[in-house]
């Protein structure tokens, strides 16, 4: 059992403004857990994480963008969202339906998301992206 508790599918994943957020893909409870872990030791406090499960999850990214989901949030912000963002965040609700997880957590520059994403992939993690002030970066 982890020491963590982290709220899954929290209606706060309808971020406005998702910019200065990392996010990430995780097919398994283990490493999601090891993720969340290492985050929290990273110095990320455990109430700024977000994170999405199953298909409760993939509701909630509305991939089509028809809802209010974060692709809906994030095309009124980012209206030339770009294929390759749209490719990744396909992946994560593709891993959301097949019982995996989403998991974002706040980074407040490039280098921050850098450092995050590398200890994210120790933990398996895939459709690794982050929301930079002014523009997206995919890390995978």
């Known amino acids: 059992m982890p020491d963590h508790q982290i709220e899954l599918n929290d209606p706060a994943y309808y971020l406005s403004e998702p910019k200065r957020q990392i996010g990430c893909s995780l097919a398994t409870a283990g490493d999601f857990d090891g993720a969340v872990a290492d985050l929290i030791a990273h110095g990320i406090s455990q109430s700024?994480?977000?994170?999405?499960?199953?298909?409760?999850?993939?509701?909630?990214?509305?991939?089509?963008?028809?809802?209010?989901?974060?692709?809906?949030?994030?095309?009124?912000?980012?209206?030339?969202i770009n294929n390759h963002v749209m490719e990744n965040m396909?992946?994560?609700?593709?891993?959301?339906?097949?019982?995996?997880?989403?998991?974002?957590?706040?980074?407040?520059?490039?280098?921050?998301?850098?450092a995050i994403a590398d200890l994210l992939r120790g933990h398996n993690a895939a459709n690794i992206f982050y929301f930079g002030k002014r523009r997206m970066w995919r890390f995978n």
Do not use: C, M, S
């Open 48 to 80: 700024d994480l977000r994170a999405l499960h199953g298909q409760p999850g993939a509701d909630i990214i509305d991939i089509l963008g028809e809802h209010h989901g974060l692709i809906a949030n994030i095309r009124r912000i980012f209206p030339t």
């Open 90 to 114: 396909g992946n994560v609700d593709q891993v959301l339906k097949a019982g995996g997880y989403a998991l974002l957590a706040p980074a407040a520059e490039y280098e921050d998301a850098k």
